[in-house]
């Protein structure tokens, strides 16, 4: 980008000209006239002309002769103070030039009357050319209209791909004509837990069924939608594991004589594989000839993950085919299976992508891999003459939550921040250039098993896609987070022009508050996690403003007090402000969110299954060992604890590892919620009887009289249980001091 002195002003009226009988071009001028009016309130005026003539004060897009004179996806963006032309050789390239320039034109936020753009020479294309994100639309299931509202969310960052996952054990997402169980059948399961055990569907008399599929029509109009936008849509079909909808609905598919006859709603890896003969892959191409037909990407996804080997191990046909076909073991099974599918795409002019383990049993030589456990994958595909995507986990799996504190939706508990994601390496230091170069982009992923709300799926995308579309697209010489968080507030203000649900955890102003017994006030930190801009505050209740007083160092505030705060750049708002009351019983309490896990095992950020309508709440809780610690506490004149409890179902596969979850034994029927003095084989100093929290699917407040102490202490909170199902599990806790 070289900038120049001048600049042209856009306002209501400005025309944007395309080629008289250029409909690709006309419809991104449309495009670009609607996203304008929505963000800024400007109506820009399409029209018909001569593109080659010099811009006469308005918009030019301009095809160039040569499609390749910008590159495939490439442009040209020229302010003058006569007018802005945008001028590539494809379709894509202008579409890209256009949401260049809406960027351009949507620096600040608000409506105006005209925005001034500087005047300027822009030369752009992609690092990459998989810019992608992954979305899990079987563990739970987005409308047609939300998918369509992603898709052109994605297109603004200029993201190009959409991986959709769309066949799972918890479902079969699309309809596919053949085999019409596999929707009727495999697209429905009754939710896990208690709660919707209880909710019965009227019609049926039965537990009200969860589920939905895509069907072709709506898959054609989505795929057409997203093409528009420049998005290739890879459908994922997994195999052979993540097959039980499909086996359930078509046992004959199976590894085993009688699988389960329901969709499961378990969470985790089964061990359920499609079986190997010839009748399943006949299945599985027809099934992939009709995917074909409704999704024109050049490559199709065959998922590939976690198909653990079990059932083909335990199956003597299964035995006897591998030894018919001189295959030594499962992994090359795999190896043979992933081939032959590979094979029929190939023959159709498509191509395999599969998950990193189908690197295991040996892969045809132009499968491409997505590499999700670490980036070892990518590693190793691409020192074996194999493309490759990078989608690590944890890095690049969105549905993990983004910040601390209980203010964060329901996810993977893991701390993925948005500087974690901006900070990812895209070119494993351990590749030659020549490997490097099969590395052909980055992939975010967002899985959904945790996220049960459509808008959250946003959430969790926005803006962590901004950081990754960033790192897909720009150069690598480019990369500096300070600049990326300096124009992050012109992105935050773009998605609530747009509506786009997102996330301000990085900007958000943090209040922690630390209780000074002895002086009867609190010490208040304020912090932002990505520490941009300043901090302003009251304590009056009044909204912050740029005026609001300043903060430096943690203050000491008297009790009670409220303080409202926000973060500032330039005299304005970052986020919305946090708003907190400190009271000694504020300070006294903790979420679940802001106590400290006994282990070190990645937690889950755990949504309660009840109520079936209505806010739920939300567990920090490691599912194989529920237990945590209330650090460093001053327990002297404290005479009781309350807590809020909930139980969820433990529907985790989890295999082997079920044997590792000890429980605790209780000493009364329903158990006990515990509190131990200093660590968890401590002094108990509480019980808290779990029997009026049993019939109660939400939460439930439990109280009990603490064991006098002295003096600071650690508290650990532990459950005692005769059964892992189902988890118990801390909301919040409540230290009550003895009556002053
Ligand atoms: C995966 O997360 N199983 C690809």
Not at 209 to 228: H, K, M, N, S
Not at 413 to 435: C, H, M, R, W
Request: net charge negative.
């Amino acid at each position: 980008m070289v900038l120049s002195d001048g600049h042209f002003s856009v306002a209501g009226g400005t025309p944007v000209l395309c080629s008289t009988g250029d409909g690709d071009c006309a419809w991104i001028a449309g495009y670009l006239t609607k996203l304008v009016k929505q963000t800024r309130g400007l109506s820009l005026v399409p029209q018909d002309g001569d593109t080659s003539a010099p811009p006469h004060r308005g918009i030019v897009l301009r095809r160039l002769d040569d499609p390749k004179a910008t590159g495939d996806e490439g442009y040209r963006l020229d302010v003058t103070r006569d007018g802005i032309v945008v001028s590539a050789g494809t379709r894509a390239g202008l579409f890209y030039g256009c949401v260049t320039l809406w960027e351009l034109l949507t620096q600040t936020e608000g409506r105006a009357l005209s925005v001034d753009v500087a005047d300027m020479q822009i030369t752009d294309e992609p690092r990459f050319t998989w810019r992608g994100l992954m979305l899990d639309s079987v563990r739970h299931f987005q409308s047609p209209a939300f998918i369509k509202s992603f898709i052109d969310a994605m297109a603004l960052h200029k993201l190009n791909v959409l991986q959709w996952h769309l066949t799972d054990d918890q479902g079969w997402r699309i309809e596919i004509k053949k085999y019409p169980r596999l929707t009727s059948v495999g697209a429905w399961r009754v939710p896990a837990g208690a709660g919707a055990a209880a909710d019965i569907d009227q019609a049926t008399g039965k537990p009200r069924l969860y589920g939905g599929f895509y069907a072709q029509d709506e898959i054609r109009e989505i795929v057409a939608y997203a093409q528009r936008r420049n998005i290739t849509i890879v459908p994922e079909i997994e195999m052979p594991g993540h097959a039980l909808a499909a086996i359930v609905a078509y046992p004959q598919l199976g590894s085993v004589k009688n699988p389960p006859k329901q969709v499961s709603s378990d969470w985790g890896v089964f061990p359920y594989l499609y079986n190997v003969d010839d009748s399943t892959f006949d299945f599985l191409e027809n099934v992939l000839t009709e995917v074909m037909a409704l999704f024109p990407s050049h490559y199709i996804h065959v998922g590939g993950d976690e198909a653990v080997k079990d059932q083909w191990k335990a199956s003597p046909k299964i035995q006897a085919q591998m030894h018919a076909l001189d295959i030594k073991n499962e992994d090359a099974l795999q190896g043979y299976f992933t081939a032959r599918i590979g094979k029929f795409l190939a023959a159709h002019g498509r191509r395999l992508i599969g998950w990193d383990e189908i690197l295991e049993g040996g892969v045809p030589p132009d499968a491409t891999i997505t590499s999700w456990r670490g980036i070892d994958g990518a590693i190793t595909a691409a020192k074996t003459g194999h493309d490759a995507v990078l989608s690590p986990a944890p890095t690049l799996y969105f549905d993990n939550r983004q910040a601390e504190g209980p203010d964060e939706p329901p996810g993977r508990g893991a701390i993925v921040s948005l500087k974690d994601v901006y900070d990812f390496n895209p070119v494993p230091a351990s590749l030659t250039p020549e490997q490097q170069a099969h590395i052909i982009g980055l992939q975010g992923n967002i899985w959904t098993e945790h996220i049960r709300q459509q808008d959250l799926v946003d959430y969790a995308a926005f803006p962590r896609a901004a950081a990754l579309a960033e790192l897909a697209w720009s150069p690598a010489g480019t990369h500096n987070w300070q600049s990326f968080l300096a124009r992050l507030p012109a992105q935050l203000g773009r998605y609530r022009a747009l509506g786009i649900t997102h996330s301000e955890s990085a900007l958000a102003v943090r209040v922690s508050a630390q209780y000074e017994r002895a002086a009867h006030s609190a010490t208040v930190s304020l912090s932002n996690q990505a520490d941009f801009g300043v901090i302003h505050y009251t304590v009056d209740g009044a909204q912050p403003t740029a005026n609001s007083p300043l903060y430096k160092a943690p203050l000491t505030l008297p009790l009670p007090s409220k303080i409202t705060t926000a973060a500032f750049v330039g005299g304005t708002a970052l986020t919305t402000p946090t708003a907190k009351d400190i009271t000694v019983l504020s300070l006294l309490s903790r979420d679940s969110h802001d106590l400290t896990l006994c282990t070190k095992n990645i937690p889950l950020s755990l949504e309660d299954d009840a109520p079936v309508n209505g806010p739920r709440a939300v567990f920090l809780v490691d599912i194989m060992n529920p237990c945590w610690i209330y650090p460093h506490v001053d327990l002297t004149g404290l005479a009781s604890i309350e807590a809020g409890v909930g139980q969820v179902p433990f529907n985790f596969q989890v295999g082997d590892d079920i044997h590792k979850i000890a429980l605790l034994p209780p000493q009364t029927p329903d158990g006990e919620l515990e509190v131990h003095l200093d660590t968890c084989t401590g002094p108990r100093i509480a019980v808290l009887p779990l029997a009026p929290a049993v019939g109660n699917d939400a939460i439930t407040t439990l109280r009990a009289t603490l064991t006098p102490q002295q003096g600071v202490h650690d508290l650990c909170f532990v459950f005692t249980r005769r059964s892992i199902d189902p988890i118990w599990a801390i909301d919040w806790v409540q230290l009550v001091p003895e009556r002053e």
